[in-house]
Each structure stands twice: as C-alpha cells, then as structure tokens.
C-alpha cells in the first residue's frame, strides 16, 4: 500500500505573531549557532589538516565544498522528510546523525574520509536544517516575520562568536581530532532544541490529500520549476551567497598568511559576528516595515559589499583585517533576512518549503565547486587576495542581476492597477 500524507489535525488558526513562536525562535537560535556557526568556523580546521595530510590550500577547501555539496542533498530530501516526520521528528533526526558523524570524522585516516564525515555528511543534515529553521519560524510569524528571521539567524552569529575561539582552543589543546569530536558532541544538542518545534495547523496550509507522498511532492517542485522569476532568484542566490562564502572561507588563512596567530585570527571570526547579530537583527526589523523596497535595498548593501571585499587587496595588518570585517559583517546583514522574503514572493507562501528546497539544492551543487575553484587559483597564481577579487566580482554580479526583478514588480503593479479599473465582468 503506497505511503500517504497525513490530514491535519486540529483546527486551522491564523499566524499566531507570537506566543510559542518566541519559543520556536528561540529553538531554532540555538540550533542555528551550533550548525550554521560550527560551518563558518571550518577555516580552523584548514591549517591542521593541511599540515597532517600534506596537502594544499586548493584540495583542504573541499572540506567546505563536500559540505556544501551534502546541503544539495539535504535540502532535495527535506519536503520528504517533512511529510514523513513532521518538521519536529525530522530536525531531531537530523541532528542525531550530524553530531555522530562529525565525532565519526575525528578517527579519519586520508582526507576523503574526512571531506565525507565531517563534511557531506554533516552538510546534508544542515540542508534540511535550513530549510526548517526558516519555515517552522515563517508559520509562526507574518506580520513581524522578518524580525524573527533575523533573531533567528542572530544565533548563526552567536554560534560563530562562541564556536571560533572555543574550536581553536580545542584544536590547540587536543589537535584537529578532538576538535572535531568535541564539535560533534556539542552538535548533538540541536535534538533537544528541535523538540520544541510544536505543529501548527494554519489556514494559509493546503488541504491535504491521501495521494501517495510521491505524487503530491513531485506535483508541487513541478509547479515552481515553471515560474520563471524562480529561475531568477536561483541565479541570484547562487552569485550572492557564494560571494558571501568565499570572503568567509578565505578570511582565517588570509589572516594566517599575514603571520597573525591562530587565535588571534579566530577573534577576527567572533567580532565579525557580534557584528552580524546586530546587522541581522536590524535588517530585519527595517525589512518589516511598509515602503521599504527590499529589492533596492539588496542591490545598494550587495555593492557595498563588493567594494569592501576587494579592498582586502590593499589590506596588509590585522587592523585592517578587523575593520574590513566589521564593514562586511554590517553590509551583508540584508542576505541573511531578506532573501527569505525574495524567494517567497517567487513562489508563493503556499509553494515556500519546495522554493527554498530547490534554491538551496541548485546552489549547493553548483555553490559546492566555488571555494575548491577559487583555492585552486589561488595555489596556482600563489597570490591570497585574489579570493577576495571573486568574491567581489560574485557580489557585483548579484546586484546587477537584480534589475529584471525590479522590471518584473513593476509590470505586475501596472498590471493590477490596469486591472482594478476594469469591471469584473469584462477580465
């Protein structure tokens, strides 16, 4: 007998704006600063390994390449893992399997075995982990939806402040295995916060079917595939966040390059990220407000953005590295709030968890190749801040690929207005 999806249950409510959404926020704060925090301070891990295995620059990013390229599975599995488990079950289990195979990577022999436990498998629990984050807070919230996501995603920020020094003590102490292991254990953690990912049935929600699961997933990606604005927001999304991840990625050994500690370079990552809390926050309580243009918004912060990334090239001190930092932290505030809204309006709110499913599965697997690549050229040119260059040109592409959205808004408005002055009878 084929596997059917369940009914809702219970009466269908309005999106509470409140009450057990705090705590759901909350929740996902602190699962997001334990998984999204641990991947930005990876870089730590670079030097070690490197220094074991004797390998390069270029082949130790696979690290954060198989980890991006585990999230396109994630992120493909999740609609499927949601109708199964239920947003709840499905993050508890994902964490499960994130924490033990993180601790699995500590005993690695060859790097390929690291690159897979440390990094594909740990990756793929986090593409279905940013997919739920984002949507358990979004039914909980409309109104005043972007300020949650941004608090939310305060906690990525937190996880990095915390996770940097900490991670580097464990490295300095233990070495890169029990860094490693003791990452894996704190990982564990995200179970007990995924528990109270209470279920809500909405009135926005779709009646629901006792169609084979299979046939109402592959209905509903089929629907999405065709909206040609999605295909825009892809293209976006993969220029931006690769941009984003690149200036990351590369930051600690540019900073390593320059002869500045470890440790010291750690707290690069942590004030960048008190930073980032602020800017996250702030961002998302300016997006929720009416006649702001998020649109425009994204162009001016993602070229700003751009012009910060590549004055990394005339920046030879720590001081200097500190205050680039802090600028980019500030600009690139907007991305982590925004964007949500952008892929929303795409799809619609009905077709969200597939919309972000898709885009998250399409970047990752071409995103997946970005920081491998830029490595490459950076152990073949032996020059550092040339990551930095595509990391700005990836930015200023993103911003320019902007304006067919901003032609598309404005024909819908045109569109509507024409419309409210013609009688029903005649449309």
Known sequence: ???????????????????????????TFVS???????SIAYPLFFLPLMQ??????????????????????????????IAKFGHRGAAMIISFLSGLSISV???GPIPIVVYLLAGAIPGMCMGVFGTIFYVVVMRYFSKKRLLAIGLTQTGSALGTLALSPLLQYFIDLYGWRGGMLLLGGLTLNC????SLY????????KEQTEEPVCRTLFSSAKTILVIPKFWLVVIISIAVFSGWRAYLRFLIPYAQYLEIDPMTSSFILSIYSIVSMFSRVAFGALGDRKGINIVWLLIATELLTALISGSVWFVDDYAGLLGNSIAHSVTTGTIHTMYVSVICDAVGENNFTWGMTLVGFIYSVLGSWTIPLIGMLVDATGELRLAFIASSSLMTVAAAL????IQLKHRLEETKKVNKGVPNQLR
């Open 198 to 205: 209470r279920p809500i049935h909405l009135k926005t929600d």
């Open 52 to 81: 074991e295995f004797d390998i390069g620059l270029g082949e130790v990013t696979w690290l954060t390449g198989s980890y991006e390229f585990g999230k396109a599975i994630g992120y493909l599995s999740t609609p499927a893992l």
């Open 32 to 38: 997001a600063g334990l998984t999204y925090g641990s």
């Open 402 to 405: 902007h304006t067919p959205l």
């Open 191 to 194: 179970a007990v916060a995924s």
């Open 1 to 27: 007998m084929p596997e059917t999806v369940h009914k809702n249950r219970g009466e269908p409510v309005d999106h509470p704006e409140g009450g057990w959404g705090w705590v759901v926020v909350g929740a």
């Open 105 to 107: 990577s500590s005993l």
